[in-house]
């Protein structure tokens, strides 16, 4: 066949076309701004626009970032396309016929009330500037392909930057993505220049912090480093790598701990999120990673969240689970709120907060009862499912509902969706895993994945949707005290790595984050250095953190801001270079590893992670091993101790977008764990979890179950989205109550409350919302003033340690303005 697509009848149909856009067009648009798609159109085709001012039915100034000119819509419908199939909100319709036709939000007087999430793909969509960025001058040339700093979704992006500093953000076309971007990859860039960022380094001299050089902070550092091992042993000193850092760092973090201080107390954020799910996944499965990829969304005929909020926290996959569910595919929820997916669900299980175990014991326990397994599956790759049914037939649904706080016909029919609609594809998240029983909530669900068959092919699988842009790699890269790069256990790997670094790795077991807390307390831990990480603000009860920190000798932090750790107890702060000025690699959700690169370079004096820790290694006589040129080299001894690695060489990720284990230079990478068999053995054992409930309890004194999480527009301690015009989107954390409970307490929407645990207290602005159910209460923890942790207990996860920052007995009350 031959197709002709600009045949001269072709060509003169196109010029009518433009003709009658252009007879309605403004001309003083196309002056303006001859690049714009429609504009470059009109000029090919000398095509002259002709219109008068034209009368909008919709204007909208009250959007930091999108800005509307009406004048300009020629109704090519691009924006209300993109905006249901791509991003799934539904914001514009399409009003009237024939001449009268206007674009405008059908739900509400602006973006915002109809229901924008201001994720941008409407803009990029529009040909005219009718729709456009507030801010970003419009003709750039040079774009920057780098990885977004925020969550675990790892979405590639183009920058580009004028006189030194970051302008503007586009999505870019990529596997990872697909040219989609959530609100904070697109538009929160501006902390990067923030008046407030450190750029010089900092001691505390007499409670003030004074800038000094770097020769001074390096030299006091290793100073005190060195006192402190020579009189309490280097286990008393512990260093924290940073989920925002690279994996170049990280890895560098993790050797400088063990090489150069010789101690295995190293440890990073993934402590308090998702190590349970690591763990859980290694004991069950053997490698404790998301068994699948986000491509497998598309593949998947039901979807099963668990105490996961895709839309507001990754919301570029969110979208993506948006757009399979309006397709077709079914969908279940797991989650006490009802989040926007829950909303969409087939079945929502409003779970009461803490009572995971028994409720996805009852859900084995019908999958068992009703006949729902997979039996070639159970045969050739399961052990243990004798026992295990024996075990689980105490859990029927009927006999568990009440106290989970669902109905047993609603467990029932989730427990039918998910084992026939395959293949069904989980994602959970930090519902599941910051808990008493975290990890064991984790083996709770694998057992569903096991006795389905829902595992180790397209579509279906365990997958915990990770938190920050590294915090996979930083774990992954030797951040944790048992573990080194590559999650090697210390007994099996220790060696290769003794030989390879060609010193003696330290003899006693490492403490994580939560011991090395509990050290501090008891005048056990004398320093801490914690890089990209503010441990105080973030850490479950404030009280116990504060004390604990107090005693430290020594606080070295490392950062773009004097964040509360810094402010609270820093002893040293180190200016830190951010991700859009330094080269490196992060390892996203789905073990994808991915590029960034520099877009603009380093404030005066900040340096990038992973020049500093070797500078440091330098200082304290310990320049070989640490005295790499560039990032690049760093990650090539990375892929030499590193064998599921070992293939992801820059040269190859530059290509292709490639998902570990990628054992070597010519694999293929892979997309789907666990295909015939599973990495720890032919087959995998169903575990016997017993439910444990959490001593933190409601009673009368305090009667509403508390849990906390996040939102949309801000990011976990706030140092960097509080830095950008997404403060105006959200301007501060709320505590979400349902509307019958502040009808019985007397509240209303918007006033402050005191917020009191038997933990602490603190004063937030009510948010009257019916996606909490009454008798529980919801507030995210993005705001360092309001400082929700000093409500949160100091129940930790039985087997890791994870904080259990989502269940709190509170009681509130009408804020005092004595304060
Ligand atoms: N916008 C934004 N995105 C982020 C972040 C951010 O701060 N802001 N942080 C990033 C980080 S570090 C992480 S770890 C991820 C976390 O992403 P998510 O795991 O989605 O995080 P959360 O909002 O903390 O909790 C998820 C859900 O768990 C539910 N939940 C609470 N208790 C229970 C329970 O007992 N059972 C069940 N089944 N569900 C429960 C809550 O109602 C909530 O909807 O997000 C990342 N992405
Ligand atoms: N109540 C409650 N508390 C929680 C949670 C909850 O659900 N509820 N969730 C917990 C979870 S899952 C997490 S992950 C933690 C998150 O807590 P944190 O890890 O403390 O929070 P982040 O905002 O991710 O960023 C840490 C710091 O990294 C800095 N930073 C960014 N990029 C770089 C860089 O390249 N180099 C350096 N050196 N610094 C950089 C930022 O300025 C910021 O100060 O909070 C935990 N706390
Ligand atoms: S920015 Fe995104 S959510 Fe908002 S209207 Fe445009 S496409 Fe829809
Ligand atoms: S979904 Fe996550 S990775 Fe993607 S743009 Fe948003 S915050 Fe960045
Ligand atoms: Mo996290």
Redesign the pocket.
């Known amino acids: 066949m031959q197709v002709r697509t600009h045949t001269p009848k072709l060509e003169a149909l196109r010029r009518t076309n433009l003709e009658l856009i252009a007879e309605h067009y403004p001309p003083q648009a196309v002056l303006a701004e001859p690049e714009r798609a429609f504009h470059r159109l009109l000029g090919q085709y000398g095509v002259v626009a002709a219109g008068a001012t034209r009368e909008c039915l919709f204007q909208d100034e009250t959007h930091p970032y999108l800005g509307v000119a009406m004048d300009r819509c020629i109704h090519c419908n691009r924006c209300v396309r993109i905006c249901e199939e791509l991003q799934g909100q539904f914001v514009w319709e399409v009003w009237n016929r024939g001449e009268d036709t206007r674009v405008a939000p059908g739900k509400g007087p602006t973006l915002l009330e109809g229901g924008c999430v201001s994720c941008g793909a409407c803009v990029d969509s529009c040909p005219t500037g009718a729709l456009f960025d507030k801010r970003g001058p419009e003709a750039i040339e040079y774009w920057t392909r780098t990885t977004c ?1 925020y969550c675990g979704v790892g979405c590639q992006m183009d920058v580009s930057s004028r006189d030194g500093k970051v302008v503007a953000v586009r999505p870019a076309n990529h596997p990872t993505n697909r040219g989609h971007l959530c609100v904070k990859g697109r538009y929160a860039f501006e902390f990067n220049h923030a008046p407030d960022r450190i750029t010089t380094p900092m001691l505390r001299r007499n409670g003030e912090w004074q800038a000094v050089s770097w020769d001074d902070a390096l030299d006091f550092i290793a100073g005190r480093l060195r006192d402190i091992v020579a009189r309490d042993g280097p286990d008393a000193i512990g260093v924290l790598g ?5 994996n170049e ?1 990280n890895y560098l973090a993790q050797k400088f701990a063990r090489v150069v201080l010789g101690t295995n107390n190293v440890d990073c ?1 993934a402590r ?3 190590t349970p799910s690591a763990k859980a996944l290694k004991t069950m499965l053997g490698t404790g990673a998301a068994t699948n990829c986000f491509d497998d969304i598309e593949h998947a005929h039901a979807l099963l969240l668990c105490g996961v909020n895709p839309t507001e926290n990754h919301p570029v996959v969110g979208a993506r689970i948006k757009q399979a569910v309006l397709r077709g595919a079914k969908l279940v929820v797991v989650d006490p709120r009802c989040t926007e997916l829950a909303q969409l669900a087939d079945v929502h299980l409003a779970v009461k907060p803490g009572y995971n175990v028994p409720l996805f014991n009852a859900l084995a326990a019908t999958l068992i009862e009703e006949d729902l397994l997979d039996y070639a599956f159970l045969t050739e790759r399961v052990s243990g499912f004798d026992d295990f049914a024996a075990f689980v037939a105490e859990y029927a649904p009927e006999r568990v509902a009440g106290e989970c706080g669902v109905a047993a016909a609603d467990i029932r029919a989730a427990a039918r969706i998910y084992a026939t609609a395959k293949p069904a594809m989980c994602f959970h998240g ?1 519902g599941m895993t ?1 808990h008493l029983q975290g990890t064991e909530g984790v083996m709770t669900l694998i057992n569903l994945a096991l006795l389905s068959g829902n595992l180790g092919k397209p579509g279906a699988g365990i997958n915990p949707l990770r ?2 842009n590294n ?1 996979q790699g930083s774990a992954q890269m030797g951040c944790d005290p048992a573990t080194l790069t590559g999650s090697q256990l210390i007994k099996d790997a220790g060696p290769r790595f003794e030989a390879a670094w060609g010193c003696k790795l330290p003899a006693t077991h490492g403490m994580d984050l939560l011991q090395m807390i509990d050290a501090a307390r008891d005048g056990n831990l004398k320093a801490l250095w914690a ?5 105080y ?4 009860n404030e009280a116990a953190s504060r004390t604990a920190m107090a005693k430290l000798d020594l606080v070295i932090v ?4 004097l ?1 509360e750790t810094a402010c609270a107890f820093g002893t040293v702060f180190l200016p ?4 859009f000025e ?1 080269e490196g690699t992060f390892m996203n959700s789905d073990r994808r590893v991915q590029r960034i690169r520099a877009v603009v370079p380093p404030p005066s004096d900040a340096w990038p ?1 992973w020049w500093i820790i070797q500078a440091l290694a330098a200082r304290l006589d310990h320049p070989q091993g640490f005295c790499f040129d560039n990032p690049r080299a760093i990650w090539d001894e990375v892929r030499t101790l590193w064998p599921d690695g070992a293939g992801l060489s820059y040269e190859r990720i530059e290509r292709e977008s490639l998902h570990w284990p990628c054992p070597d230079e010519h694999h293929p990478g892979t997309p789907v764990l666990h295909r015939e068999r599973f990495s720890a053995g032919k087959t995998a054992a169903l575990a016997c979890i017993d439910f444990v409930p959490t001593p933190e309890t409601i009673d009368d004194d305090y009667p509403l179950l508390l849990t ?3 939102t949309l527009y801000h ?6 989205s509080y830095r950008t015009p997404n403060a105006a989107l959200r301007s501060s954390d709320t505590l979400d109550m349902s509307p019958g409970d502040a009808a019985r307490l007397g509240l209303a929407d918007g006033e402050p409350v005191h917020v009191h645990s038997r933990h602490g207290m603190t004063t937030l602005p009510l948010r009257i919302t019916d996606v909490v159910r009454t008798g529980q209460l919801f507030a995210s ?1 993005h705001r360092p003033e309001l400082f ?2 000093r409500l ?1 207990s100091l129940v930790r996860d039985r087997q890791v340690h994870t ?1 259990e ?2 269940v709190t007995a509170v009681w509130v009350e009408r804020a005092r303005s004595d304060g």
């Open positions: 700093v940073s989920a925002r850092a690279s760092e954020c308090v999120c998702h930090l910051e938190g920050q915090v890089f990209g990480y503010d441990v603000l973030s850490l479950a490392q950062d773009l801001f964040n830190a270079a951010s991700f330094k992670d906390t999480g996040r990011f976990n301690a706030g140092t960097m923890f929700v942790n949160t904080p920052y989502k």
